[in-house]
């Protein structure tokens, strides 16, 4: 069942206020390391799935991609996509990764940034993503770490008792499916998926597997937000996959 939690009021107000901060995992850890994997972008088309706000679309172009179509199911980010994002080759449609159909269109680069992990059917997404792609065109995509994702709650440090972190837990790691935790809202849903099944999905539907990236934080953000220092105790995100 899909969730579309950044049309949730309360979810999208503080979202948007985190990623206006400039202070974010998003900045210091997720983008860097999505933007080292990309190629040249010169003249490609692209497809950015669960494009949000669509400033990576806005990257693509500005990095001299022809065509950018950015797809999300939040007609609140799609709103903010063509207000903030607009330009003449960039196209931005509400609709969800799992309905979108593109009949006759394939792309050079389909990229997704922290986004995949709420689709409940992934096999079904990347055989999407398999017949959209051009031959030799490439998936660039980000999502939580299953070591992050694993553990059901929301609270996975555990403490010494003056409130000092003294090691992630981990748990429940083999079972794959629905976790909710709570991040502004109660209830939001992601999707645990193994690391072995994130990547056998990818080679079973054709694609072949160059490079993935366990980030740590950039110099500037260990600077900024000090908490990223955590990022070396456990992995938070697995960006990208390609
Ligand atoms: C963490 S945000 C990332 C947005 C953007 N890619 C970025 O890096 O700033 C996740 C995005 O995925 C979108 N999303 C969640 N479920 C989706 C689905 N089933 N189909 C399409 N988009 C989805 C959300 O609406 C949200 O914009």
């Not at 990623?19 to 010169?42: C, H, W």
């Not at 806005?58 to 996509?81: F, H, L, P, Q």
């Not at 055989?127 to 694993?150: D, M």
Request: hydrophobic share 35%; charged share 25%; with cysteine.
């Amino acid at each position: 069942m899909k969730q579309n939690i950044y049309d949730n009021p309360t979810f999208f107000k503080d979202y948007i206020s985190l990623r206006e901060s400039g202070i974010t995992y998003n900045d210091f850890v997720e983008q860097p390391a999505m933007k080292s994997a990309m190629p040249d972008l010169r003249g490609k088309t692209v497809l950015d799935l669960g494009c949000g706000d669509g400033h990576f679309s806005t990257y693509c172009i500005e990095n001299g991609a022809a065509k950018v179509i950015g797809a999300d199911i939040s007609s609140n980010m799609i709103a903010r996509a063509k207000k903030n994002n607009s330009h003449d080759n960039i196209e931005f449609i509400c609709v969800s990764m799992e309905d979108l159909e593109l009949p006759d269109q394939q792309f050079d680069l389909i990229i997704s940034s922290l986004s995949v992990h709420y689709i409940e059917d992934f096999p079904n997404l990347v055989q999407k993503v398999s017949r959209l792609l051009k031959n030799n065109g490439e998936f660039i995509f980000s999502t939580e770490h299953p070591i992050a994702t694993a553990r059901k709650g929301s609270n996975h440090w555990v403490k010494y008792e003056k409130g000092d972190k003294l090691h992630w837990a981990l748990d429940n790691y083999q079972e794959e499916g629905k976790r909710e935790h709570d991040w502004y809202v109660d209830g939001v849903v992601i999707y645990h998926r193994t690391i072995s099944t994130l990547i056998n999905t990818l080679i079973e539907n054709g694609l072949v597997l160059e490079k993935v990236i366990e980030p740590q934080s950039t110099a500037a953000g260990l600077e900024q937000m000090p908490k990223l220092i955590n990022e070396k105790r456990r992995p938070s995100e697995l960006p990208p996959v390609k």
